[in-house]
C-alpha cells in the first residue's frame, strides 16, 4: 500500500503503525528513535518520497474524539481529537454533534496531529483559531508535555513543532476551543461569493462546510483521483517596496497586506510565469491552479523536484522572488 496522496512509491528501513501511547513509549525506551533517522507520517498529504528513507517512519494510528467540558456561560466547548484520527472526519464529527468553529477547514486532507504542526489553513481560518492546546511526546525521554496555543508558536503554515523543536516532540493530540453557537466565518471573499451564488445568507454548518468542500475541490486535485500534495508552494512574503516595485510591472498581480510587507499569492506568480497545465516528465502543473504539482502516472520524486526547481528558477528570474517549498521532501 502507498502511504502519500502523491503515490509515488517509497520504501524505508523500518515501517511502524503506533496505535496507542504505550508502544510510543516503548519505542522511545528500545531507543528506536535515538539509533536512526524517524519521520512520523500522518495521511502522507504534504510529503514527497524520493527514494528509500534510511530510518523509521512511525505511522501514527491512534483515534478518539472527545468533549472534555462545556461552558454553559460562553458556550465553549473543549474537544480532544487524537493525533492519528483523519482531519476532516474530525470536522464532520464535530459538524454531527453542533460543535462549531472548525467548518471553514473541511475537506482538507490530512490527520488531526499534522494540523497543529503546519498550522493548515483555508478561506479565513487557520489551525491556530481554534486550537486550544496540543499534547506531545518527547521523543528521547517519553515525557508527556501539554503545549498551550500561545506555546505553540503560530506562524503562516508552521509552528514550533516544525521550527525550533522539529523532531523532539511527537504529536499525540490536540485540543480545540470550539462552540455550543454557530457563527459563521464568512469573511473570505471566494467563500462569501459562493454562498451568495447559493442563495445561503444565512447558512447552516452543514451548508458552510459542504459550500467550502465544493469550493476546495473545484480547484484543486481530490487524492483519490489525482495524486498531489497539495499546495506545493508556500505564498512569499515580500516588503513594501518590493511589492510596489512589482506593482508597476504587474499592475494584476495578486497580493494581501501583512504585519511585515505583502503576501503573494504564489500561484499568480507560477501561473503568469507560463506553467499553469504544463509537464515535465511524468509530473505537471493542475490545469486548475498552478500551485499543484500532479502526478500523471508514474511519477517519481525526483521528477516531481526537478519541476518544483524548475517553476522556482523562473519566478525567481521574472519577480525576485523565492518560492519557498510547502510540501515536505523526505
Same mark, same amino acid.
Given at each position: 500500500?502507498?502511504? @502519500?496522496?502523491?503515490?509515488?512509491?517509497?520504501?524505508?528501513?523500518?515501517?511502524?503503525?503506533?496505535?496507542?501511547?504505550?508502544?510510543?513509549?516503548?519505542?522511545?525506551?528500545?531507543g528506536?528513535?535515538?539509533?536512526a533517522?524517524?519521520?512520523?507520517?500522518?495521511?502522507?498529504?504534504?510529503?514527497?518520497? #524520493?527514494?528509500?528513507?534510511h530510518?523509521?517512519?512511525?505511522?501514527?494510528?491512534?483515534?478518539?474524539?472527545?468533549?472534555?467540558?462545556?461552558?454553559?456561560?460562553?458556550?465553549?466547548?473543549?474537544?480532544?481529537?487524537?493525533?492519528?484520527?483523519?482531519?476532516?472526519?474530525?470536522?464532520?464529527?464535530?459538524? !454531527? @454533534?453542533?460543535?462549531?468553529?472548525?467548518?471553514?477547514?473541511?475537506?482538507?486532507?490530512? #490527520?488531526?496531529?499534522?494540523?497543529?504542526?503546519? !498550522?493548515? %489553513?483555508?478561506?479565513?481560518?487557520?489551525?491556530?483559531?481554534?486550537?486550544?492546546?496540543?499534547?506531545?511526546?518527547?521523543?528521547a #525521554?517519553?515525557?508527556?508535555?501539554?503545549?498551550? @496555543?500561545?506555546?505553540?508558536?503560530?506562524?503562516? *503554515?508552521?509552528?514550533?513543532?516544525k521550527?525550533?523543536?522539529?523532531?523532539?516532540?511527537?504529536?499525540?493530540?490536540?485540543?480545540?476551543?470550539?462552540?455550543?453557537?454557530?457563527?459563521p466565518?464568512?469573511?473570505?471573499?471566494? /467563500?462569501?461569493?459562493?454562498?451568495?451564488?447559493? %442563495?445561503?445568507?444565512?447558512?447552516?454548518? *452543514?451548508?458552510?462546510?459542504?459550500?467550502?468542500?465544493?469550493?476546495?475541490?473545484?480547484?484543486?486535485p481530490?487524492?483519490?483521483?489525482?495524486?498531489?500534495?497539495?499546495?506545493?508552494?508556500? @505564498?512569499?512574503?515580500?516588503?513594501?517596496?518590493?511589492?510596489?516595485? /512589482?506593482?508597476?510591472h504587474?499592475?494584476?498581480?495578486?497580493?494581501?497586506?501583512?504585519?511585515? %510587507?505583502?503576501?503573494?499569492?504564489?500561484?499568480?506568480?507560477?501561473?503568469?510565469?507560463?506553467?499553469?497545465?504544463?509537464?515535465?516528465?511524468?509530473?505537471?502543473?493542475?490545469?486548475?491552479?498552478?500551485?499543484?504539482?500532479? !502526478?500523471?502516472?508514474?511519477?517519481?520524486?525526483?521528477?516531481?523536484?526537478?519541476?518544483?526547481?524548475?517553476?522556482?528558477?523562473?519566478?525567481? *528570474?521574472l519577480?525576485?522572488?523565492?518560492?519557498?517549498?510547502?510540501?515536505?521532501?523526505?
Open positions: 500500500m502507498i502511504y @502519500n496522496t502523491f503515490g509515488i512509491p517509497a520504501t524505508a528501513d523500518h515501517y511502524i503503525e503506533v496505535t496507542d501511547r504505550q508502544q510510543l513509549l516503548d519505542l522511545i525506551a528500545q528506536t528513535l535515538s539509533s533517522p524517524f519521520f512520523v507520517l500522518g495521511g502522507g498529504s504534504n510529503v514527497v518520497f #524520493t527514494g528509500h528513507y530510518g523509521t517512519i512511525l505511522h501514527l494510528e491512534n483515534k478518539g474524539i472527545h468533549l472534555l467540558s462545556t461552558d454553559s456561560t460562553s458556550g465553549t466547548l473543549l474537544v480532544e481529537a487524537a493525533a492519528g484520527e483523519q482531519w476532516d472526519a474530525f470536522v464532520q464529527h464535530s459538524i !454531527n @454533534n453542533s460543535w462549531h468553529g472548525a467548518e471553514n477547514l473541511a475537506a482538507i486532507p490530512g #490527520t488531526v496531529g499534522a494540523a497543529p504542526v503546519q !498550522n493548515v %489553513g483555508a478561506y479565513g481560518l487557520e489551525a491556530k483559531d481554534i486550537i486550544h492546546s496540543v499534547r506531545a511526546i518527547h521523543t #525521554t517519553g515525557q508527556e508535555k501539554v503545549f498551550t @496555543n500561545a506555546e505553540c508558536q503560530f506562524g503562516y *503554515r508552521s509552528s514550533i513543532f521550527q525550533s523543536l522539529q523532531g523532539q516532540y511527537i504529536v499525540w493530540s490536540v485540543t480545540f476551543r470550539l462552540s455550543s453557537t454557530f457563527t466565518q464568512v469573511n473570505y471573499k471566494a /467563500l462569501s461569493d459562493a454562498l451568495s451564488a447559493a %442563495g445561503l445568507v444565512h447558512p447552516t454548518a *452543514r451548508q458552510l462546510a459542504d459550500i467550502v468542500a465544493s469550493l476546495r475541490w473545484s480547484k484543486l481530490r487524492p483519490d483521483e489525482t495524486g498531489s500534495a497539495g499546495s506545493f508552494f508556500k @505564498n512569499p512574503i515580500v516588503t513594501p517596496q518590493h511589492y510596489e516595485q /512589482l506593482k508597476t504587474h499592475p494584476d498581480i495578486v497580493a494581501y497586506p501583512v504585519a511585515d %510587507g505583502y503576501k503573494l499569492a504564489a500561484g499568480w506568480l507560477i501561473e503568469h510565469a507560463g506553467w499553469k497545465g504544463r509537464t515535465l516528465g511524468r509530473c505537471g502543473v493542475y490545469e486548475k491552479q498552478a500551485l499543484v504539482l500532479v !502526478n500523471l502516472g508514474g511519477c517519481s520524486g525526483s521528477e516531481v523536484i526537478a519541476l518544483a526547481d524548475a517553476i522556482t528558477a523562473d519566478v525567481k *528570474r519577480y525576485g522572488v523565492t518560492l519557498e517549498k510547502e510540501a515536505i521532501i523526505i
